[in-house]
């Protein structure tokens, strides 16, 4: 185990803000968890995991230990009638995973291609994508717990998986109050892939992606070309021109409160929830409040997608994270003064 110090962070994440790290360890396997909670120096010490950076908007130096998750590692861990079990080290690249499993002839990740990431914060942030979330595909995870040391391993129902949340992104508030947030570094992630595997296409890009190919019965790798294509043509490559992905979550709405703003915006793009809520748009109401195009010093709000929010400084000017939340902040006052809608932000702010 090395401990690196004053390490630049601007290539660990994905909008390139430029910072550093006080102090960082390099977590390769499990044992190198082990061997750090050994070091009475670092034991006790505040710290911050970090996978690939692609939810994070750093405002400054982070001054907690890093601990940066490298985890290798993919391999089947047991098939029958009914699925396929594959596990995926924490550390490995999400997209290059679901390429891996389409690879091998294991379906059903196919939908969520091209989200930036690694595996390990796929179950943190319940990732999403085209009618499947990470929930949908998840067997288990194992995970080691930075205050005591202990291994453990987590079933979806432990993990309480939400729109875009799980138990690792709360606090715990009592002794019966299982929040991991800056407890828990994941290793390693199972997923359930449903046999006999049935197609997602239940959205309208996809169902033109279906007409124009005059194909209305996909393979799993056709969707994954599709879901890529789609993809990049609305969404910009990170590497090119920093971004975190959607910065903001689409709200839910009752009802009657999606009545109310109809009656006002009849355009409105919304979509009816199972449970009785309204999805609404957040690119939408972004758009809506003119702010497409618009830029407040070095982060601006993307041209094809008003949902993300973008570098626009590159490498050589970076955005700084103060300027990422001015422009977020300014965004959420003016979809609030006209909505009457919070927007909450994806990415966690350090």
């Known amino acids: 185990m090395i401990v690196e110090h004053n390490v630049p962070l601007q290539q660990h994440n994905s909008f390139g803000i430029v910072a550093r790290a006080q102090h960082l360890v390099r977590i390769g396997e499990e044992i190198d968890v082990t061997a750090l909670l050994a070091d009475e120096k670092w034991r006790r010490a505040p710290k ?7 939810n994070i908007v750093l405002t400054g130096d982070v001054k907690p230990l890093v ?21 995926a080290g924490a550390g490995e690249i999400w997209h290059d995973t679901v390429s891996w499993t389409l690879d091998q ?42 205050e005591t040391g202990r291994p453990f391993t987590l079933d979806a129902s432990q993990c309480a998986f939400g729109y875009r949340d799980s138990v690792f992104k709360h606090l715990g508030a009592g002794e019966n109050d299982f929040g991991l947030a800056g407890r828990a570094l994941i290793t390693r992630v199972r997923f359930r892939l449903p046999k006999p595997w049935k197609p997602e296409l239940g959205y309208l890009d996809l169902e033109r992606k279906m007409a124009e190919a005059g194909n209305f019965a996909p393979s799993a790798r056709e969707i994954f070309d599709w879901i890529c294509a789609i993809r990049r043509a609305k969404l910009p490559d990170w ?12 709200p839910t709405v009752t009802p009657e409160q ?14 009816p929830m199972a449970d009785g809520s309204i999805k609404l748009a957040a690119g939408w109401l972004i758009d809506a409040c003119g702010w497409k195009g618009k830029s407040v010093g070095n982060a601006g709000v993307y041209e094809r997608q008003a949902l993300v ?11 700084t994270g103060g300027e990422v939340m001015t422009l977020a902040k300014a965004i959420q006052t003016s979809v609030y003064e006209r909505f009457g809608i919070r927007l909450e932000p994806e990415p966690v702010v350090v």
């Open 258 to 271: 999606c009545a109310d703003i109809i009656a006002r915006d009849p355009k409105i793009v919304h979509y």
């Open 48 to 54: 911050f995991v970090l996978g690939g950076g692609s």
């Open 67 to 87: 601990l940066k998750v490298e985890i290798k590692g993919r391999r089947l861990v047991e098939e029958s009638a009914r699925a396929w079990i594959v596990e």
């Open 105 to 146: 002839g294991y379906h059903g990740l196919e939908n969520l291609a091209l989200i930036p990431g690694t595996v390990g914060g796929s179950p943190v942030q319940n990732i999403g994508a085209y009618g499947v979330e990470l929930q949908d595909r998840f067997d288990s995870l194992d995970a080691i717990d930075l």
């Open 309 to 319: 929010l973008v570098n626009r400084g590159g490498k050589e000017n970076p955005v």
């Open 239 to 250: 590497r090119v021109l920093g971004n975190a992905g959607s910065f903001f979550k689409n």
